[in-house]
């Protein structure tokens, strides 16, 4: 089993940046397909960044294009999200979301829910304008 723990929410007003953080913990794997989704408020889940830790590779979904920022330290587990120039429309609950594995199919990043097993609580971000 695989344990997500995300943390880093926090109110904030628009322009702000923010960094969230998840610690990934339990079983041991070499490498991971890492995701990030949010749920915002009245609407369906939606993916926002993924990467592959293999090698690095990155996808985002075009609304955080350009203002958010997927990283990993693989030494420490942790997973992170870099957020700047945040918008009241940025408002949501974010996951963060993982798939073990080792072929190219297991890690290539995608924001796609159904390509992750292991899924966070969430952590809470609000911007306001």
């Known amino acids: 089993q695989v344990q997500l723990v995300e943390s880093g929410g926090v109110s904030v007003q628009a322009g702000a940046s923010l960094r969230l953080s998840c610690a990934v913990s339990?079983?041991?794997?070499?490498?991971?397909?890492l995701g990030w989704f949010r749920r915002a408020p009245g609407k369906k889940r939606e993916g926002v960044a993924s990467?592959?830790?293999?090698?690095?590779?990155?996808v985002y979904a075009d609304s955080v294009t350009g203002r958010f920022t997927i990283s990993r330290d693989n030494i420490e587990n942790t997973l992170y999200l870099q957020m700047t120039g945040l918008k009241p429309e940025d408002t949501a609950m974010y996951y963060c979301?993982?798939?073990?594995?080792?072929?190219?199919?297991?890690?290539?990043?995608?924001?796609?829910?159904?390509?992750?097993?292991?899924w966070g609580q969430g952590t809470q971000v609000t911007c306001s304008s």
């Open positions: 990467i592959d830790t293999r090698n690095g590779n990155t």
């Open positions: 979301a993982a798939r073990p594995g080792n072929s190219w199919d297991d890690l290539v990043p995608t924001l796609r829910q159904s390509d992750y097993s292991y």
């Open positions: 339990g079983a041991t794997y070499n490498y991971y397909r």
